[in-house]
């Protein structure tokens, strides 16, 4: 097959988005098989989504193969080769009058009942499905990062215990994504795991230079091509709709990168082409070694976590504290329950002991110096909190400590087989001869 100068034709799959209008005037509802019959009818190569749940209710999805000129693939004879037909722009006019429904070209344009573009997509464009849910896991198990990763979306998160990492899950139709820590809290490699309705993707992140190893990939459903007997179809027809179905037009090889290997790459290759994504964020994990529990939590439905249907996905509830002091206050709380210590929660400890001063201080001058409304003694009694607060966790390391040294000069003995009486911590019972 020729085009007009004689070159074969490159031809590249555009994506329109059919979405029900949804003005005062709109009243057709959008069905899969009227888009089908409409682009059959002016002898499209297209492929079109089946009438399932999606990642986003009010649109079918359909792909069209277009060349650069703008002339689209036509099928004027089912048995033959595509041919150049009318141009995309004129396609879309048609197709959006017939329809009674707005549709976008590639998210570059957007074409209204009238055949013209419209400044803003209607709302069915844009809004997601309820099916949706975001896990985010990480290496260690600091409960003060979670803290500080629901803080980041403003929501509450559930953790679970995943074999020394930390998994997050949000709840369903969360509008936030977490795409990151403060650089004293972050944690790599960094897991994001989404999806929307059957759309599933996982973001891997190794680390935070720019030549690290940052991999995105995404599952999507195949679109059914418009074609009545595909094996018959001519060679070049049936590998332009194969393409067209395909849900990244046929291109499911990973790039190769120094911190991925040829395993991992293979693996994540695979699970993308494959026809069924039900496994796919769980194959995904198991490349590189990421809990599984978070490719369950990913794969819950919103009924699922209701009915409590799998008790080990349960998770305990994460919240959001108020502000850095708040963020501090859970770290400090994780340091007094953790037998280690982080440079990050010695760093908050010692801001928020400063902060609570400072302004326990200001609160004190405020009633000694009758500066703002309200009775003195309420400013007094403020300002005593914040100092006592504040200055509460150094004091009580500082008599441990003492103790403990006092304890250990006198030869205090620890009682065997239980806790300390001193410190709560750990003791281990000496063995003894018979």
Known sequence: MDTDNGEPPEWMPALLLVARDRSADGWMFTRHEDVRQALAERQLVAAVAVDEPSAVPDVILARIAVRADGKIATLPDPAGPPVPGPRLEEIVSGLAHELKAVIGVDGQVVIGTAGVPVESPPPGMTELTTDRRTVYAW???????????????????????????????????????????????????????????????????????????????????????????????????????????????????????????????????????????????????????????????????????????????????????????????????????????????????????????????????????????????VWAIIGVLLIGDGLSTPVLEWWRGRRGGSAAEQGAPVEKGGPSAETGGPSVEADRDD
């Open 139 to 377: 290496p260690g198990t600091d409960r003060y990062v979670a803290t500080a990763a629901a803080m980041g979306v403003k929501e509450e998160l559930t953790w679970h215990d995943a074999e020394s990492w930390t998994v997050l899950a949000s709840r369903h139709a969360s509008e936030r994504i977490l795409t990151g820590l403060a650089a004293a809290m972050e944690r790599f490699p960094r897991v994001t795991l989404g999806r929307k309705g059957p759309e599933r993707s996982i973001e891997y992140v190794l680390g935070k230079g720019d030549d690290d190893l940052r991999l995105f990939a995404w599952w999507g459903p195949w679109l059914a091509p418009l074609h009545e007997d595909l094996d018959a179809a001519h060679e070049s027809t049936r590998e332009m709709l194969e393409m067209l179905a395909h849900p990244r037009a046929g291109q499911d090889e990973m790039d190769h990168h120094p911190d991925l290997t040829e395993e991992q790459r293979v693996a994540v290759s695979a699970a993308m082409g494959d026809r069924d994504g039900d496994a796919f964020l769980a194959r995904v994990c198991a490349a590189f070694d990421v809990p599984q529990v978070a490719a369950r939590l990913a794969e819950q439905t919103a009924e699922d976590v209701a009915e409590q249907t799998d008790p080990d996905l349960v998770g305990e509830p994460v919240k959001p504290e108020p502000g850095r002091l708040g963020l501090a206050r859970a770290a400090m709380k994780e340091m007094k329950t953790s037998e280690t210590e982080t440079p990050f929660q010695k760093k908050t400890v010692k801001i928020a002991t400063i902060v609570e001063v400072v302004l326990g201080l200001a609160a004190l001058a405020v009633a000694v110096f009758d500066l703002l409304p309200w009775p003195w003694w």
